[in-house]
């Protein structure tokens, strides 16, 4: 079994594929270029070219749509994907696309959604070792923990968790929705799951008790109310947009605080001329072509799990159909119903 990003993977591709650098190549992809080329050096797009040019040519032939989410790299999100958008948007495009084969431009917690909401359809994903520390935080089992210690109360888990998870679950939520999710549940009190920062945030802004799991994102921990203080001393102008996995002082010290697509929408209104994305790295990159007069200031973080998609394991694995994304009917019908019931409040 050949590994997505190893040496006998990229050997095996240029035996297949033309990924020679050339002229013909870059301009073949000169509009998806040039929506990324404030970001990525033309040398650069020399080398990545080709796998764009490979990519959107066999995903026609194998009747597959690329769903990438907002935090994909630049090359990924303007060069190949069919759909971008947040959890939410891309677990309701899931449903809505044609194509018999979906590749999940995210990581597995995503690729699971889309298979338990689109059963018929082939997911791929192209490492499945993209996971998500949210998501490995909680197991069914600690759901049923926290239903014993409160008894009654309704389980909200964020979409960022298995498909275990899901079914366990009463109702979904993502950051964009979940205050809403949670001021729907006839409870007063709430279990919310597996993100400790999103819960404390949520309570935030609702009257109803939230008692949460204590998970957390990797990459929005990181961020410190300290560091944005010091930002804000020397670019007193500077409007600070955070991701509400991000702790509750962090979020206190924003100006604004979304979903990735929410965090987008605010800077494509408002067009500031300076702004602090506190979240993972690419969405600033993703966005700076169609903002050109925004100037985008640190800091930011890469997550690791979504780094781990790469033009050359899409095209991998839309030429083997590797790694298929499989949940099993059973469960997915359990897990449908709580992320269902979500999709059925909007
Ligand atoms: S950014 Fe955080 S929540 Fe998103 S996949 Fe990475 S670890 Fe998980």
Not at 245 to 254: A, F, K, L, M, R
Request: aromatic content about 6%; hydrophobic content about 40%; charged content about 25%.
């Amino acid at each position: 079994m050949i590994i997505p990003g190893s040496p006998e993977m990229k050997s095996q591709l240029e035996v297949v594929f033309d990924l020679e650098i050339s002229a013909a190549m870059f301009k073949e992809t000169a509009q998806q270029y040039s929506c990324v080329d404030r970001v990525i050096p033309e040398a650069e797009w020399m080398k990545r070219a080709p796998y764009v040019h490979a990519i959107n040519k066999l995903k026609k032939e194998k009747d597959a749509v690329i769903l990438a989410h907002n935090y994909m790299t630049p090359d990924i999100y303007h060069g190949v994907a069919d759909i971008v958008g947040d959890s939410l948007q891309l677990a309701i495009e899931a449903t809505r696309v044609k194509e018999s084969v979906i590749i999940q431009g995210g990581v597995h917690f995503m690729a699971e959604t889309s298979k338990i909401l689109s059963p018929e359809k082939t997911v791929i994903i192209p490492d499945s070792r993209a996971g998500c520390s949210l998501a490995e935080s909680i197991t069914a089992k600690d759901i049923a923990g926290m239903r014993e210690k409160y008894p009654g109360a309704p389980v909200v888990s964020y979409v960022n968790t298995t498909a275990e998870v899901k079914a366990a679950s009463d109702i979904c939520c993502t950051s964009s929705n979940a205050v809403d999710v949670i001021n729907a549940m006839d409870s007063e009190l709430v279990i919310m799951t597996p993100d400790g920062h999103l819960a404390q945030n949520v309570a935030k802004q609702t009257s109803k008790k939230i008692v949460y799991w204590e998970g957390a994102c990797e990459v929005h921990i990181e961020f410190k109310a300290d560091e944005l203080r010091e930002y804000r001393k020397y670019e007193p102008d500077a409007v600070i947009i955070a991701h509400p996995e991000c702790p509750t002082d962090v979020v206190d010290e924003s100006d604004f605080s979304g979903s990735t697509s929410g965090m987008i929408d605010f800077v494509r209104k408002n067009k500031p001329e300076k702004v602090l994305l506190i979240t993972e790295c690419s969405m600033g990159s993703n966005i700076a072509d169609e903002v050109p007069e925004v100037n985008f200031l640190g800091p930011c973080n890469l997550c690791p799990h979504m780094q781990r998609i790469t033009l050359e394991k899409i095209l991998w694995s839309l030429h083997t159909g590797n790694e298929e994304v499989v949940v099993r009917e059973e469960l997915a019908a359990k897990a449908r119903l709580a992320v269902q019931r979500m999709i059925d409040l909007k």
